[in-house]
């Protein structure tokens, strides 16, 4: 494809060969001549100066450090995203049944769907247009799913959910298992507590690969439109998000759990049950909630405290071996002068 197609299809401005070929995309250091790269921060400027890609998506203002092709644009990570899609396509399975398959007589199967081998569709399923679901899922019954929804291979999908249209639900994804709920009984067994509710998703959520997302006891589990949700993450019974919430990798959420939109859960933090997290906040890797957060706050450390007094903390902590020696240097003078002065330390 040549540069000025590529700026064409993209939106953008070029600068160089317009007839110049680029055969594929790639990262900075990694590119090869006809490759396209991008660079969306100052910091690697200097890979700019050695990469062999043939052209570079750069932002309008970024001065060049050499001569080299370039596409213009105001986000060139946005611009490197779609240009991924100009060069790559990913798999899409022929529309049909798979003699495989395992269809309940009241299934609802719509145009264009393509299900494949080994998969197990039970009663009163309902599935839009042009979604494709791949070996090995299984579909428990009185499930809807939307239009042009993508459910890869062995992920489940548990009675009474609900799916959007446009949503991916990757490889491993349990979706509408039971909630986590048990009842504590005078002998200290514990009785189990059936979970009659379902799980709602909204147009455009992703779910990664081995992500649980529990139904709840009665009412429902809430993903909000366009969410992504990233591999190996555990949200529990109850939870609603808001739309566009970003929820990365070993997240856990305890049931109950209300995020407002936009929200961002970076890996590995923890959010105990029946919370309150406004729109647009932010939660740093690893942080430990334990209270709701007003909007609009970006939280770290455990348990959870803004961002800026978190780094405050750690900034101390690393100072806390001297801040010791010295104290203990302080304690052994103020000895010798009390006992200089015959003064007695004990009351």
Sequence with gaps: MQLQEIAQKLGCTYEGDPHLEIQGVASLADARAGELSFLSEARYLPLL????????????????????????GRDPRLLFAQAIELFYQPYQAPAGIHSTAVIDDSAQLGEGVAIGPN??????????????????????PQVRIGCRCQLFANCVIHERTEIGDDCLIHSGAVIGDDGFGHVPLADGSWRRMLQAGRVVLEDGVDVGSNTTIDRAAVGETRIGRGS????????????????????????????????????????QSGLAGHLQIGDGVRVAAQTGVTGDIPAGQTVAGYPHQPVSEWRKSMVALRHLPDLQRTLRQLQTRVAKLEEQLGLDRDP
Excluded: F, W
């Design 49 to 72: 100066e050695q990469t062999q890609a043939s052209a570079v998506i750069v932002a309008e203002s970024t001065p060049l450090p050499r001569s080299i092709a370039c596409l213009r």
């Design 119 to 140: 998969v197990v569709i039970m009663a009163g399923v309902k599935i839009g247009d042009h979604t494709q679901v791949h070996a090995n899922v299984t579909i428990y």
């Design 228 to 267: 992504k949700i990233d591999n190996l993450v555990q949200i529990g019974h109850g939870v609603k998000t808001g739309p566009n919430c970003l929820i990365i990798a070993q997240v856990g959420i305890a049931g109950g759990t209300q995020l407002g939109q936009q929200v961002i859960l970076a890996g």
